[in-house]
């Protein structure tokens, strides 16, 4: 019997994450025009954020349960219509509704369950295809979550130049496009599980693990470290270094998710020829070379390469964090993946918010918020410390 090709459902996976990105990065892109067109404050516009990271974070703790109930085939297919649909509603609903923020707050709620899922479903769902090299094939897939970052700052960034800045609710439905066309392709590729669910560890069992806490350990700080540089870059080269806010995106949040996304490229050229958790303490290293450049070093462009930097120095972190996690607790399955994601979008709350509240003590001083932040890859240097020990010890 011929065996079923999986080249489509890791296309379909790469895609997922492209999703992601998008459905995390378009509504920031408009925040201004959204201000100026429906008068919504900034407190508000901010509270749009939040809702779509706490609704992340309560899809990741519910999947540990039901996803595989529902069955992974049906959850990945819903998680794209959802995003889809989220997008639509956010060119779409703002008109419709009295409230056009009411009209905001929905889609985001919408898009942020798809957003959610995808997190949760596609790591596993690529883990579990057959592969010689399971490490590379995780870090070259979380690549792609960069290259979406690019493509929807860049193409988007372009529509509004050329067509100008009221063409945002149709670029929104144009990006719908990309969820709907990947909700087909996930109803019809070969999918299966990374472990059968009678086999898999319960979540209890996952609690009683030390490994698990060092692994949540890491997860967090790998979120923690990307996010604290990445949302804050924008604003520290602006602020901070004084430049335009045009060369501030392009040399800030753009320059910082393509260097990433090198990175991961690059480890997964690498893997099989460095043992994971030594490259991971390199870039752990690196990275405080890199906030290091980007507060002490006096010339902006030594700084903006800092920012940069950091990108490349992160990039290893998240997927490599998953990788060992799925070679070490191989029965994990969804539950592992699902908990691990929670714990690394704690860290993406965590880590601006750190950036920001050290800032603010500070007299709004943003490099000594940055500073700050080095706590996060000297935690993921401790917690590899841990883990080589929990491997001698068998826990």
């Known amino acids: 019997m011929k065996q079923p090709s999986f080249r489509g459902t890791v296309a379909a996976c790469y895609v997922g994450y492209i999703t992601q ?82 009209g905001l707050l929905v889609s985001v709620v919408i898009y942020a369950v798809g957003g959610g ?150 480890h997964a050229k690498l893997t099989g020829r460095v043992r994971l958790e030594r490259y991971i303490a390199a870039c752990a290293v690196l990275c405080l070379i890199s906030y290091a450049m980007a507060v002490f070093l006096g010339s902006p462009a030594w700084n903006l390469l800092g920012c940069g930097l950091t990108g490349f120095a992160v990039g290893v972190f998240w997927p490599g964090t998953f990788s060992i996690a799925a070679a070490r607790l191989p029965k994990g399955g969804t539950a592992l993946f699902a908990l691990l994601a929670l714990a690394g979008d704690l860290g993406c709350s965590a880590g601006p918010t750190v950036v920001g509240f050290v800032s603010g003590a500070a007299g709004e001083n943003l490099k000594i918020g940055l500073l700050a932040a080095a706590i996060f890859p000297l935690l993921i240097l401790l917690g590899l410390a841990a883990l080589r020990r929990t491997e001698r010890s068998g826990l």
Not at 30 to 36: N, P
Not at 76 to 83: N, P
Not at 178 to 205: D, G, H, Y
Not at 228 to 249: C, H, I, N, P, Y
Request: with cysteine.
């Open 21 to 102: 990105a998008v459905v995390n990065n378009f509504l920031p892109l408009v925040f201004v025009t959204l201000q100026t067109a429906y008068a919504i404050s900034l407190e508000k516009i901010t509270l749009l954020v939040t809702v779509n990271f706490l609704t992340q974070l309560l899809v990741d703790l519910l999947s540990a349960k039901y996803v595989d109930r529902i069955g992974y085939r049906a959850a990945a297919v819903a998680a794209h219509v959802l995003c889809a649909l989220g997008l639509i509603g956010v060119g779409v609903l703002p008109g419709l509704l009295p409230s056009p923020y009411a």
């Open 117 to 266: 899922l995808i997190e949760v479903l596609i790591s596993p769902i690529v883990e579990a295809c057959p592969a010689e090299n399971k490490s590379a094939a995780m870090s070259l897939l979380h690549s792609f979550y960069c290259w979406g970052c690019v493509a929807v700052i860049a193409l988007s960034t372009a529509c509004f130049a050329v067509f100008g800045r009221d063409c945002w609710p149709w670029v929104a439905c144009g990006w719908a496009v990309l969820p709907a066309a990947n909700a087909v392709a996930f109803a019809r590729v070969p999918i299966r599980r990374t472990v059968e669910e009678s086999q898999q560890l319960s979540v209890t069992a996952l609690f009683q693990s030390g490994l698990f806490w060092v692994l949540a350990l890491l997860m967090v700080c790998a979120g923690a470290s990307e996010q604290a540089m990445s949302q804050w870059a924008s604003a520290f080269a602006e602020k901070a270094l004084r430049v335009s806010k045009t060369v501030g995106d392009l040399a800030g949040p753009c320059f910082f998710a393509v260097l990433m996304g090198l990175s991961r490229v690059l």
